[in-house]
Nanobody, 123 residues
Framework: QVQLVESGGGLVQAGGSLRLSCAAS????????MGWFRQAPGKEREFVAV????????YYAESVKGRFTISRDNAKNTVYLQMNSLKPEDTAVYYC????????????????WGQGTQVTVSS
């Protein structure tokens, strides 16, 4: 069992930065691939970024590539999402999730989810 708690969301102007954190409980955190998803009002939840259990590989949605960076600290049971050059279209609730699947793009491949943190980017 893994419990996830996101933090770090807020209101920021376009071009600004935010760093999201996702703290996990449980001693098995380091065995999970960790992903970030987001859901904007009226839209489906979408993949943002993922990092493998050891942190050696990371993948991003095209819409955030070059602006967002995912990282993890297994000693602290925490995964991060550094978001730079934010745009109004990045406004959404951001969720972290844990997966043991070999695939990671779809939300149904994740076993555990946090409650989400709101990110609002003003123009």
């Amino acid at each position: 069992q893994v419990q996830l708690v996101e933090s770090g969301g807020g209101l920021v102007q376009a071009g600004g930065s935010l760093r999201l954190s996702c703290a996990a409980s449980g001693r098995t955190f380091r065995t999970y691939t960790m992903g970030w998803f987001r859901q904007a009002p009226g839209k489906e939840r979408e993949f943002v970024a993922v990092i493998t259990w050891g942190g050696s590989s990371a993948y991003y949605a095209e819409s955030v590539k070059g602006r967002f960076t995912i990282s993890r600290d297994n000693a602290k049971n925490t995964v991060y999402l550094q978001m730079n050059s934010l745009k109004p279209e990045d406004t959404a609730v951001y969720y972290c999730a844990a997966s043991r699947s070999s695939s990671w793009y779809h939300d149904y491949e994740y076993d555990y989810w946090g409650q989400g943190t709101q990110v609002t980017v003003s123009s």
